[in-house]
């Protein structure tokens, strides 16, 4: 109903356009949604967008505007209003015909296809398998996968992606941690270091390691610490003693490669193993989905890497400065050029990260969304840099920005340093509040704001909790239903007619704007006008069936009732989906 009315309008203001200006028929048509229902339900900024060109003031042009407009049995009312805007009321009966349409549409009510079909990749968390996934995490899971759906379900041919970083320091240091975990268990005392992962499931993972092989792993610990660089006073937090602690740790991993020499895959594999199947696990109970889990080591033993930067070396791009290979990033506005192979013959992560981007496009992706964290803002020029320099289609490259969540418990910050062991796991969160809890708040802001969790908030079962009050809608709705008794298949065939409460009419109204917030929603990535638009459509719910009975004697307008409320039942439904939240019958 709502294109059908848009596009009707919109063919109004065309013949009207005609009339009134030939000369600039070619004006494109804006139709917008008042914000006050009061101001109408379709408004245009046509006679303003005329002045310019027609040298008259917009109201006098919006005034011969309205004269000109063709009969419509859609409209009942076209008036001029504020500096030059057009206000369109619709005819109460075209409004309701919405309801027929939600009925008969079920799940697809509200698809679109601006989405053209197009193959697009979204790639997100890509968390370091270094430990459990936490609270900031879990945003990003969230927002991911409900982009994915919205995505999907606007047109899109999607691909979920979650970028395994299975190489490099981190995954050392883990690989480290667990090793001096088990040490410590077989009674060698080697300084655990502070900045070394301190959680729980390390001690866990090196246990495992002494059930399955026992002391296989043991070494003194005069030999473990052999040539080491000792570790600065403990509580010394200036910048060269935080260089020290890192130095003594890449001894300490270069001293395990040695000494454990083909134990060490192991060992490494052992940690990655396991961290990673945890996280598979977690995101899987959270519902969020991956159709592919792609491995940075995979970019090196395909010699990947080493051809990407060499094409780049190829091109131009690259210089060497004190034995290290350089990117001239700053040609393509980064504040600074950037290491890709250090002197050492290393590369950098950067290195890698470019060739995983050559991977991307190589696999013939209409669109590449990142999501990154917000910490990550300075990295996109120089990745989006990289991209042009390898005379890749950059425009198809997109990152979105997602804010950590802060969470509170009883009033008080929650810290979420992996490293140090002190973090709250999403485990934990959804143990806490439950999934739909979760995904909902993860979803309520807009994904590059600030995102303060109030757990209190979101385990309370009352109306100023969003996700209950939604549910709660769909609850009743079920429960109307049931009472009612008849089968809701039949519903789509049910004259509407008889319904023309104000209420009943701004339901309808809404029920009509959902295909449009997909679509919003869809272009500017933002799966949070979802949930925006779910508060506000059950809001106006609840004002309803507060204010009427649904099962009146009037048959007639008792099925009419029945009927809108199983569309807004139904449009709930269809964006609960999106959002990953499930919609129980009965609360």
């Known amino acids: 109903m709502a294109d059908d009315a848009r596009t009707e309008l919109t063919l109004l203001l065309q013949q009207a356009l005609d009339s009134v200006a030939p000369s600039a028929s070619d004006t494109p048509i804006h ?21 310019r060109t027609l040298q008259k003031n917009p109201r006098e042009i919006a005034k011969r505007l309205v004269r000109e407009l063709p009969v419509s049995l859609l409209v009942t009312k076209a008036e001029v209003a504020g500096a030059g805007f057009i206000n369109f009321t619709l005819d109460p009966r075209a409004k ?25 990749q979204v790639e997100f968390v890509s968390a370091n398998p270094t430990g459990p996934l936490h609270v900031g995490h879990g945003r990003g899971a969230a927002y991911g996968a409900s982009l994915s759906s919205l995505l999907e379900f606007a047109g899109s041919d999607v691909t979920r992606e979650f970028y395994v970083n299975d190489a490099g320091r981190q995954m050392d240091i883990l690989g480290l941690s667990t090793w001096l975990r088990y040490l410590e268990q077989h009674g060698v005392s080697v300084p655990f270091p502070p900045n070394a992962y301190q959680g729980g499931y390390v001690r866990d993972m090196a ?20 040539d080491t660089p000792g570790l ?76 990407c930067v060499d094409l780049l070396g190829r091109k131009g791009h690259l210089y060497v400065q004190d034995g290290a290979r350089w990117f001239r990033s700053t040609a393509f506005g980064d504040e600074k050029d950037r290491v890709v192979q250090r002197e050492n013959g290393l590369y950098t992560y950067f290195a890698s990260d470019i060739a995983y981007h050559l991977n991307k496009f190589e696999r013939g992706f209409d669109r590449i969304i990142n999501i990154w964290g917000a910490d990550h803002h300075g990295y996109i020029p120089r990745v989006a840099g990289a991209v042009r320099a390898l005379d890749l289609d950059a425009d198809k490259l997109e ?29 934990e969160l959804r143990g806490e509040v439950g999934n739909d809890a979760c995904r909902f708040f993860y979803a309520l ?58 209420r009943e009419l701004a339901i309808a109204s809404r029920l009509a704007e959902f295909p449009e917030v997909i679509e919003s929603a ?66």
């Not at 001293?255 to 895959?265: I, N, Q, S, T, Y």
């Not at 990152?399 to 485990?427: C, I, P």
């Open 399 to 427: 990152v979105a920005l997602v804010q950590f969540a802060v969470l509170y418990r009883n009033g008080q910050k929650a810290s979420m340093s992996t490293r140090s062991g002190e973090f709250v796991t999403l485990r």
């Open 232 to 307: 600065p006073d403990g509580e010394r937090a200036d910048d060269e003693a935080a260089e020290q602690r890192e130095q003594h740790l890449d001894a300490l991993i270069a001293r395990a490669k040695e000494l454990l020499g083909p134990d060490w895959p192991y060992v490494h594999q052992h940690a990655l193993s396991e961290q990673l199947a945890d996280c598979r696990v977690d995101l899987e109970e959270f519902g969020v989905h991956f159709e592919v889990w792609f491995s940075e080591k995979a970019l090196f033993d395909t010699g990947l890497v080493t051809r």
């Open 445 to 502: 802001r807009k994904s590059d704001q600030h995102l303060d969790f109030d757990l209190d908030l979101a385990k309370s079962q009352t109306n100023e909790n969003p996700v209950y009050y939604i549910q709660y809608a769909h609850a009743r709705i079920c429960s109307v239903l049931a009472q009612w008794g008849d089968d809701p298949a039949g519903l789509a065939e049910v004259d509407c007619s008889p319904l023309g409460q104000p």
């Open 96 to 120: 309701i015909g919405v309801v027929p349409t939600v009925l008969a549409a079920g799940g697809s009510y509200g698809r679109s296809w601006i989405g053209g079909g197009q193959k697009v």
């Open 207 to 226: 246990q495992q390691m002494t059930v399955a092989h026992g002391t296989r792993y043991v070494r003194p610990a005069a030999t473990v610490l052999a």
């Open 31 to 51: 139709l917008e949604r008042p914000r006050d229902p009061a101001h109408g339900d379709f408004a245009t900024n046509l006679a303003m967008q005329l002045a």
């Open 522 to 587: 869809a272009r500017d990535l933002a799966p949070h006008l979802i949930a925006f638009y779910l508060k506000e459509l059950a809001a106006e719910f609840h004002a309803w069936y507060n204010a009427e009975r649904m099962l009146v004697d009037d048959a007639a307008l008792r099925d009419a009732r029945i009927a809108l409320a199983a569309a807004v039942r139904q449009v709930i439904r269809n964006g609960m989906g999106i959002l990953g939240v499930t919609c129980p019958e009965s609360m």
